[in-house]
């Protein structure tokens, strides 16, 4: 298993929970403190990892880490695409260019990055799950976060397109939304202030201080889709919070869990 983002927040948390499961991961990070000590922690839960450092931004750097876990476990059927980064917060027009673009980086071409590299692997071998996390505004406006809404966004439309592009090759291709869930980004959202606006501010403070989603319905939603129940279920984009149990033996309509779908009131 390949998961990007691993040092830290829901990958890390991620990468402990699928360990712990006997998986054998391959930890992708920037900083290698991270990867470090997220290495203890799964060493301390009886588990065991690679950890290998690299810049998601970077093709030839997630290539070279595609190989290195290959190489070393034999092959990566899962990848999961966890790296990802808040971006500026507030009104557009005030927002910096560059930190802009650096997250549709990061968030976009992060995971194209990684289904580049890995892909071509599991179509030759007919076997493979890639699993991006999704997030706020990838289905409905987020203001004074539209580098990262929009990021995602794309992201849930390039899933659905991937998804068609490899399903006759028996792989996989979904986006999983995590919840609010309290992580580095939660303490930013506080720190910006009146430039976050009230409802994001009120949300963050609840989820520091409830915890928010728990790891282990991540863990659990994470763990379907990257196993051999979920065979028949690709291209969606699904919340920790939907009824996705159901989806294990019931049939999945074409347009249920996909960006197009409408939101309940």
Sequence with gaps: MFITGAGRGIGKRLAIGFAAAGARVALVARSKAELDLADLEIEHAGGSALRIKADVRDYEQVHAAVERARSHYGEVHIAICAAGMQGPIGPVYECAPKVWAETIETNLMGPMHVCRAALPHMVEKRRGKVIVLSGGGAISARPNFSAYAAS???LVRFVESVAEEVREHNVQVNAMAPGGTYTSMTD?????GDRAGWKERQDA????LTGG???????????FLASERSNHISGKIIH???DWKRLETGQVHPEIYTLRRVQKV
Excluded at 213 to 223: D, F, G, N, R, Y
């Design 152 to 154: 995602k966004a794309a």
């Design 188 to 192: 930013e959202i506080l720190r910006a």
């Design 205 to 208: 403070h609840q989820v520091r």
């Design 213 to 223: 989603v728990s790891p282990e319905k991540q863990i659990q939603l994470a763990m």
């Design 240 to 242: 920790v919070n939907d």
